[in-house]
């Protein structure tokens, strides 16, 4: 039951990762709410059916709204796992990744483009187009680690 490929157990949460390796985290994200909603639906679907059956046993129905609860509760400032992905990886990059952000965007929206098996290099342009600064991946990651960033 806990390698279900849904988000609150370990089959999800592995899931998230290759796909979050391939795609980057906010594709990820997506697309295992996505596969999490449609799980969490056949469960219910099967703890209704149990709960009709056995007129006792409702575990399966609260597992589920446990599992649709997680889905609309997923959010967070930043993604600890990419976080740690980028401080340990660093020796198996080989390519680099170029990411253009404006003026105003904060780090963690920086970082949710981030994908881990490249070298993410941040550009900073302003509303003219001209690049006022470049932001190295341990960059990001010292700012968002050491510091309270909202």
Avoid: W
Wanted: aromatic content about 10%; charged content about 20%.
């Amino acid at each position: 039951m806990n390698m279900i490929p849904s988000v609150p157990l370990d089959g999800g949460i592995l899931l998230k990762k290759i796909i979050a390796y391939r795609l980057g985290y906010n594709s990820a994200n997506k697309i295992m709410t996505v596969i999490s909603a449609v799980f969490s639906a056949m469960i219910m679907g099967l703890g209704i059916y149990v709960m009709y059956i056995t007129k006792f046993n409702f575990s399966v129905l609260l597992f589920s709204a446990l599992m649709i609860g997680n889905i609309f509760t997923q959010s967070e400032k930043y993604n600890v796992d990419l976080i740690k992905t980028l401080m340990f990886n660093n020796k198996k990059k080989k390519s680099v990744r170029h990411i253009v952000v404006e003026n105003e965007c904060n780090y963690c929206d920086i970082v949710d483009k981030f994908i881990p098996k490249d070298y993410n290099m941040v550009y900073v342009v302003s509303d003219d187009g001209k690049v006022k600064d470049i932001i190295t991946e341990t960059q990001v990651i010292d700012k968002l680690t050491t510091e309270q960033v909202l």
